[in-house]
């Protein structure tokens, strides 16, 4: 059983920075992946960046340039670094862990609010 927990949600201006960071319990060296998430009201939850057993990343397009997704396995860790951050990127952002045969993980969610 894994679990995660998100912190480091809040309120910023546009423009500004936030750095979300999702610890996890249990094992997480077998998982597929590890991603963040993001729904806003009335909105489907989507995808924003997900980083790969091996390193590779991967980002939603709206957020390259300005969004950065890094792994600490030691720490058990995932952290979203969020720069340039705009209206749009308000929402609650999950943090997920993927396995290949045994499915997925969500932490319980951290509100991020961008103020223009």
């Known amino acids: 059983q894994v679990q995660l927990v998100e912190s480091g949600g809040g309120l910023a201006q546009a423009g500004g920075s936030l750095r979300l960071s999702c610890v996890a319990s249990g094992n997480i060296f077998s998982a597929t992946a590890m991603g963040w998430y993001r729904q806003s009201p009335g909105k489907q939850r989507e995808l924003v960046a997900v980083?790969?057993?091996?390193?590779?990343?991967n980002y939603v397009d709206s957020v390259k340039g300005r969004f950065t997704i890094s792994r600490d396995n030691a720490k058990k860790a995932v952290y979203l670094q969020m720069n340039s951050l705009k209206p749009e990127d308000t929402a609650v952002y999950y943090c997920?862990?993927?396995?290949?045969?045994?499915?997925?993980?969500w932490g319980q969610g951290t509100q991020v609010t961008v103020s223009s």
């Open positions: 997920n862990v993927h396995y290949a045969f045994g499915g997925d993980y």
């Open positions: 980083i790969a057993n091996g390193g590779t990343t």
